[in-house]
């Protein structure tokens, strides 16, 4: 063989070992999570392992359209997750355990199920007790029918009711207002001399007291980007996926042994007198954590912290009662 | 208008008669595909950051149709990487002169297909499938793929570049509108031809292989199968063998009758009106049946797609030219007219290709430096923005070339109806009315 023609096959075969080998290594070892609205998969990987107190280097990409990520339980911006593109991201966990991250954007139908878990490993310094969340110790059932038998003719005004407050003999405790709907304190107020309508209005004012303008504000803030998506800007229900998730509905139906078949709804409707009246703090603080079991909402237990919770909750009220501003 | 003879210049000579050069290109050419297919298949699904879909469809057709076809012929042909694999196969080299006795079968082309209906077909194959071809990085990643292992698995076959000449989708179009090219290879003295032994240039000698495209030089009269691969230019013994600059359109003089042909020019027009309405109209129920293959909307989009192509617009061709009184049979008269439609069709695409092109362009910058969407920045230009280019010149360029297109088609409609002794009216209006099709779907 000429030195020429050997050359050149060197050439030629070293060339197709650079244009197949190259990429192959560096996509070996460029690891990336890959997000994928949920009906493609979600999150790829949705387990990550990491250390306690060790650095957790994070490279995303989307595979579709634009995802957020974020983790429960963490105070943390979520950072966006755009089609074709990497975002870098370090984070820190100080306590071992297992944290849920989630997607912050409204990627599609099924956002709320993209979500995935990092396991931090390590020893726990001092393990911290854990009590029960409020609906468990009262022994609510969180799917039973909560209704409202009466509902005020207009909407309560807490303004109106600080005048009417003073000398009622009420609990103003906040154990004892997160326990009981404002029907039941409606009802309680029964023995007063009070009309319906200032009756309503005791029980706006008990509820505002019970949270502050930085609490709503940031009741506010979580409900306008983790609820509106579906339960709507002004809690009507009626978010940018409602009509998809009830006409999605009998397709997503999942059955569960003992457990009446479920399916996505359309969203709760807060602005409803006759259900939220009905509901007590608990009872909403219990729904939001363990979510709607297979309905569309998604269980929120391990994202919210408790605060943010009731934060959330004094925001729901908010469509009920006219507060102060 | 006078040819000019390049081959006269001896830079240009010794670079096409030298293989070297050309082998260069070749690696290059040949890494860059193979590095296109494993981008397409393990690179991010995002097609605008994905190499196969930028290089390949932004910015490798950029230049194939507003730049080589147009002023090259079949310039790609003469640097296309998918070929080579199986031709040194082949062979036996990559350099060296072939075997004596070929390795492989070594069959000649069966004669019923020696014409471009299998490309014609496997143009419109892929076109049916282009919304989803061109935005798919591992669809485009394993047609590449197929392509490269088509044209292997046809040399190991057949004689010579079967691949090529027979079934490559984009051959047929490239040599359709190649005819318009100001360049050409030619034999510069038939009767050096005539009286030459042996014919090295079709037969191979030591200097170089005999024509891969199955061409006699000595013949040629039409850029149509001539891949402008060189060897001829090395194997001539008589140094007969010229690359010329010619006047545009110049092999349109003389009009073909073929049918295979005249139908290229009704697919290649048609498609392009369809593509101009689909992917750049503002319908979205037909994007949607254009992309959602197999679904019952695609099937009746794909219906419509031949339809035109086949029945639509050569029936109206024909209505039109039905009574011109011409010497020759309807059939080669719709032949020899159809050639008015090569150079508006190549108008037609330049004119929808600047917009898409145009518009997605600024994909090219990142996908070089972040070419597999897996966060590289080799150049620091993977975080360019996305930015339409030239905008305020798109919409006055694309009328140019539309209108340049008709004015071109007219010319050679009359010029083909004197040939053949017919009126060129009816043509001329049926261009004047896609023309205006066309208009009103780019603009």
Request: aromatic share 12%; proline share 6%; hydrophobic share 45%.
């Amino acid at each position: 063989m000429k030195r020429s023609e050997l050359l050149s096959r060197i050439l030629i075969i070293a060339g197709v070992f650079l244009a197949v080998g190259a990429p192959l290594f560096f996509w070996s070892s460029t690891p990336l999570i890959h997000a994928q609205v949920s009906e493609n998969g979600g999150w790829n990987p949705d387990v990550i392992q990491a250390d306690v107190n060790e650095p957790l280097h994070l490279r995303f990409t989307s595979d579709d359209v634009v995802h957020g990520f974020a983790v429960g339980q963490m105070e943390m911006e979520g950072v966006d997750i755009l089609p074709g593109k990497v975002t870098d991201l370090t984070l820190i966990f100080d306590k071992p355990g297992i944290y849920t991250f989630f997607c912050t954007r409204w990627c599609g139908l099924n956002h709320w199920r993209m979500r995935g878990t990092i396991e931090v490993g390590g020893s726990p310094s001092d393990p911290e007790p854990v009590s029960p969340p409020l609906y468990v110790s009262l022994d609510l059932n969180l799917d039973a029918p909560h209704d409202a038998p009466v509902i005020p003719s207009s909407q309560p005004s807490a303004i109106s009711g600080q005048k009417l407050v003073t000398n009622l003999p009420i609990d103003r405790s906040t154990d004892y207002y997160r326990a009981n709907s404002p029907y039941q304190i409606f009802d309680q107020l029964s023995n007063t001399s009070l009309t319906e309508t200032q009756r309503w209005d005791v029980v706006a004012y008990l509820w505002q007291s019970n949270t502050t303008k930085e609490s709503l504000a940031n009741g506010q803030q979580l409900y306008a980007q983790n609820c509106a998506a579906c339960h709507g800007e002004n809690g009507a229900g009626d978010g940018v996926f409602a009509d998809n998730l009830q006409s999605a509905g009998e397709s997503s139906m999942q059955t569960m042994t003992g457990a009446d078949n479920m399916m996505m709804q359309t969203p709760i409707d807060f602005t409803n007198p006759t259900r939220m009246l009905g509901a007590s703090p608990a009872l909403l603080q219990g729904k939001i954590l363990r979510g709607g079991m297979g309905t569309g909402m998604p269980m929120w237990g391990s994202i919210f912290t408790e605060e943010q919770i009731w934060d959330l909750i004094a925001y729901l009220y908010s469509f009920q009662f006219e507060y102060h501003k | 208008m006078a040819k000019i003879e390049l081959t006269r210049i001896p830079f240009i000579k010794n670079a096409l008669k030298s293989r070297y050069p050309q082998l260069a290109v070749f690696i290059v050419m040949l890494v860059g595909y193979i590095f296109a297919i494993l981008a397409g298949l393990i690179g991010t699904p995002v097609g605008s950051h994905n190499f196969s879909i930028v290089f390949v469809w932004i910015a490798w057709w950029a230049i194939l149709i507003l730049v080589a076809v147009p002023f090259f012929g079949r310039g790609w042909c003469a640097v296309c990487p998918i070929p080579l694999p199986g031709e040194w196969l082949q062979r036996g080299a990559v350099l060296s002169p072939p075997d004596k006795k070929p390795k492989w079968l070594n069959l000649r082309w069966p004669k019923f297909l020696r014409n471009i209906w299998l490309q014609n077909i496997s143009f419109l194959l892929l076109a049916l499938f282009s919304s989803v071809l061109l935005t798919t990085p591992n669809i485009t990643g394993i047609v590449l793929a197929a392509m490269l292992f088509a044209a292997i698995g046809l040399s190991t076959i057949f004689e010579r570049r079967a691949f090529c000449r027979y079934l490559c989708p984009v051959g047929g179009f490239i040599g359709l509108y190649s005819q318009t090219a100001p360049i050409e290879l030619r034999i510069k003295d038939k009767q050096v031809c005539v009286k030459c032994e042996g014919k090295p240039c079709y037969n191979g000698s030591a200097n170089g292989y005999g024509c891969p495209w199955d061409v006699f030089p000595g013949g040629l009269s039409k850029n149509t199968h001539c891949g402008l691969c060189m060897e001829c230019i090395r194997t001539c013994p008589h140094d007969n063998i010229a690359i010329n600059l010619r006047p545009f359109s110049a092999d349109l003089a003389k009009p073909s009758t073929r049918m295979d042909e005249a139908f290229k020019a009704f697919i290649m027009l048609g498609s392009a009106m369809i593509y101009a309405g689909v992917l750049l109209g503002p319908w979205g129920i037909l994007k949607d049946a254009a992309y959602n293959v197999g679904t019952n909307a695609w099937f009746i989009y794909a219906f419509i797609f031949l339809a035109i192509i086949f029945v639509i617009l050569p029936g109206f061709f024909t209505l039109g030219i039905l009574k011109t009184k011409g010497t020759l049979p309807l059939k080669q008269r719709f032949a020899s007219l159809a050639t008015a439609l090569i150079p508006l069709g190549l108008m037609f695409w330049v004119a929808f290709s600047l917009s898409f092109v145009l518009t997605n362009a600024s994909y090219i910058i990142a996908a070089l430096s972040d070419p597999l969407g897996l966060g590289w920045n080799l150049f620091g230009t993977a975080n360019a923005v996305w930015q339409p280019m030239l905008t305020s010149v798109l919409a006055p360029a694309q009328t140019l070339a539309l209108v340049g297109g008709l004015i071109w088609s007219a010319r050679t409609a009359q010029k083909a109806a004197n040939e053949i002794k017919a009126s060129s009216t009816p043509v001329i209006v049926f261009c004047f009315i896609t023309t205006l099709v066309m208009l009103w779907l780019l603009l």
